[in-house]
């Protein structure tokens, strides 16, 4: 059964750090762009970031440039997300999904995928 789980959320304070996770079970990642979208509550679900299925390139929303940073560990079936300097707007439930079909491309519009995971919560408040 194909199954993404996402961790690593939790609750800090404007400035600090969080590690998400996102591991693939019943399925390889390995040939899949993969990515990272995001919910905040009364918002629309919104794509965060991307990377290649090789690794070699990543994509970023702009509020999220130079504070984020994507990888991929294909041999652990995982991705992840380095969350720094985290705002109160960074505030949402956080959510990986791979593309639909295998190679490079990522759609970015949530719309695009019909399977989710149950997320991660990640809150930034003082």
């Known amino acids: 059964q194909r199954q993404l789980v996402e961790s690593g959320g939790g609750w800090v304070q404007p400035g600090e750090s969080l590690r998400l996770s996102c591991a693939g079970s019943g399925f390889s990642l390995r040939y899949y762009a993969i990515g990272w979208f995001r919910q905040a509550p009364g918002k629309e679900r919104e794509f965060v970031a991307a990377?290649?299925?090789?690794?070699?390139?990543?994509f970023y929303t702009d509020s999220v440039k130079g504070r984020f940073t994507i990888s991929r560990d294909n041999d652990k079936n995982t991705l992840y997300l380095q969350m720094d300097s985290l705002k109160s707007e960074d505030t949402a439930v956080y959510y990986c999904?791979?593309?639909?079909?295998?190679?490079?491309?990522?759609?970015?519009?949530?719309?695009?995928?019909?399977?989710w995971g149950q997320g991660t919560q990640v809150t930034v408040s003082s």
């Open positions: 999904n791979q593309a639909p079909t295998t190679g490079w491309g990522f759609p970015p519009q949530a719309s695009a995928y019909d399977y």
């Open positions: 990377i290649t299925w090789d690794g070699g390139r990543t």
